[in-house]
């Protein structure tokens, strides 16, 4: 069975580590990784950016896009693409052809600041990589 | 991490938004103040038992409501009978919990708190100090250090500043949508004169001042958070996550100023120059420009090129005369120079500067750019006069230092040849 683990935390807190701190937390997940790879459970990992840097799509008669993360409460999370796309635009545009196929409440476009691939076929560790002008998308 | 550096890591989160919110209730920066001093205590012994609440903000707030009604109370059966009055405006309305921990109060609340530290009659420095103070919850000892002077004269200051604060006004009504844009302007530029105030800093201070940086960064993504779609917000974050980015490599281990040109690409902090460049990208989407969004969008320039030649120095150059439209100053004028002498040569370029040598007869940086303009067309002499005035007016021992090195070379090429530097 494959499993997601969705990690939750408050972000004001969490951008306000030092850079030592956020090091230091990134090396014990590494270390983590490492482990679960070993046994054979680990799957790719993903490093969201914070929620102010993402964009939401509202599917209603018209589609909406809204700055800003998906804030409520009433909707569940269901799924979540993963996008390597060269711009946002390009990101969100993506994101509008999820919508037009399976017609979700609201996607939330979140930009990936980290992704690793997780183990490769012989068990082996994909080296984590940071991930630059690349925009993943995150639908909610 | 551990109970302690966690609590301690909430209390800071929260600090704003608890604050805000008290000084909403009592109208008084001192109680509230005091109140969220006393809730904190109050976490202090109670979250390490009980664990902690799931929104620790709400729970400071209504505790240190709480704690601040007693002492009114306390105060009012020794006082004058008008306290009565204040305790049942205070009570009131004070019991929709929900009501009050509403989103949209949180947001007008912290927008006031920060706000209010903007007061336009404080200088510039004390309107830092004091949101560093009040709003980030840094000690009057840290703020000292970052300002380089004693505790008891920035404690003074803060005083004082603070007393002006409470003599003012203080603007309680909610907002409009007009009046949030009015306050959001002096807001974000009292973040961006405390990101500057720790970036400019250089040589054996940096380490000192780093946190005013990490302090603006903070209170800009707190303000984006609660302003997630105006686009200045996102720019004003980008440019200081963009600027930051370079840090690590500001400086050599000497404390020597490395200029944009010469640094090392490779140590830019990379996941702030994949946070910046999506905010600039989001904020251009909306097609509303200004000043910030434009010196994010110069600042994401530079650090798209992977080598300082790959630089668009012809998008600069055009970014650079659209701020100059939005915000006539001369120092854009000075800096659009540069990106011209890169485009069009250092002829082109000093022709820009001639206008502003009234404007800027003060300034460091022009001196600077004219100085290394004059030595790129080999007129020595006139270069040397400028880098000599520039040296005068340098702001630290490494903007002087910086420009000493021209100074040398100059020297060095003169001694060789004899004659001024070719071109």
């Known amino acids: 069975m494959l499993y997601s683990v969705l990690i939750y935390d408050s972000e004001a807190m969490v951008t306000s580590r030092s850079k030592a701190e956020d090091d230091e937390l990134v090396a014990r997940h590494v270390r983590l990784q490492e482990k679960l790879a070993r046994e054979g459970k680990l799957g790719p990992v993903v490093r969201l950016m914070p929620t102010t840097a993402a964009v939401t799509l509202r599917q209603g008669r018209d589609t909406v896009v809204i700055d800003g993360p998906f804030a409520e409460t009433k909707e569940q999370l269901l799924g979540l693409y993963i996008l390597d796309c060269p711009t946002l635009e390009e990101a969100i545009e993506a994101a509008r052809q999820i919508g037009a196929a399976c017609g979700p409440r609201a996607l939330e476009v979140r930009p990936i600041r980290w992704f690793r691939a997780g183990a490769d076929a012989e068990g082996g560790v994909v080296t984590p990589t940071d991930v630059d002008s690349q925009v993943r998308a995150n639908v909610q | ?423």
């Open chain 2, 1 to 423: 991490m551990t109970d302690l550096a966690w609590i301690d890591a909430a209390l800071h989160a929260a600090r704003p938004q608890a604050i805000g919110a008290l000084l909403r209730y009592f109208r008084d920066l001192d109680i509230a103040e005091e109140a969220f001093q006393e809730a904190s205590l109050r976490a202090l012994q109670v979250w390490p038992v009980k664990g902690p609440p799931r929104d620790p903000a709400a729970w400071l707030i209504l505790v240190g409501r709480n704690s601040a009604l007693d002492d009114v109370r306390r105060k009012a059966r020794f006082e004058a009978p008008e306290s009565d009055e204040l305790l049942a405006s205070l009570e009131a309305p004070a019991v929709d919990l929900a009501e009050r921990l509403d989103d949209s109060h949180y947001r007008d609340d912290v927008l006031r708190l920060l706000f209010i530290c903007c007061h336009p009659e404080l200088p510039a420095i004390q309107q830092i100090a004091v949101a560093l103070r009040i709003v980030c919850g840094l000690t009057v000892r840290e703020i000292a250090r970052s300002f380089l002077v004693s505790e008891s004269a920035m404690e003074q200051r803060i005083t004082r500043a603070k007393a002006r604060i409470a003599a003012a006004e203080v603007p309680f009504e909610t907002p409009g949508a007009a009046g949030r844009a009015e306050r959001l302007g002096p807001v974000a530029a009292m973040i961006y004169l405390l990101f500057n105030e720790g970036y400019s800093a250089t040589g054996g201070t940096q380490h000192v001042r780093a946190p005013l940086c990490d302090e603006a960064i903070r209170l800009a993504r707190l303000l984006l958070r609660l302003f997630p779609s105006e686009p200045e917000i996102m720019g004003l974050t980008a440019l200081l996550l963009l600027q930051h980015a370079r840090t690590p490599v500001r400086l050599d281990d000497e404390g020597g100023i490395v200029v944009l040109e010469d640094q090392d690409r490779a140590l830019w902090n990379r996941n702030l120059m994949a946070e910046g460049l999506t905010l600039v990208e989001k904020a251009l989407r909306l097609k509303r420009p200004g000043p910030y969004q434009l010196q994010a969008a110069i600042a994401a320039t530079h650090t798209r090129a992977a080598r300082a030649e790959d630089t668009d120095w012809a998008e600069i150059e055009r970014l650079y005369a659209l701020l100059e439209q939005l915000q006539r100053s001369p120092v854009v004028t000075l800096n659009r120079s540069v990106a011209v002498s890169k485009v069009s040569g250092p002829e082109a370029a000093l022709a820009i500067l001639e206008p502003l040598a009234d404007p800027l007869a003060g300034y460091f940086h022009f001196f600077g750019v004219k100085g290394a303009l004059l030595m790129q067309l080999g007129r020595a002499d006139e270069a040397r006069t400028a880098f000599e005035r520039a040296i005068a007016l340098a702001n630290t021992a490494a903007e002087a230092a910086h420009i000493r090195t021209h100074l040398d070379r100059l020297l060095k090429d003169s001694a060789q040849s004899g004659e001024p530097v070719p071109h």
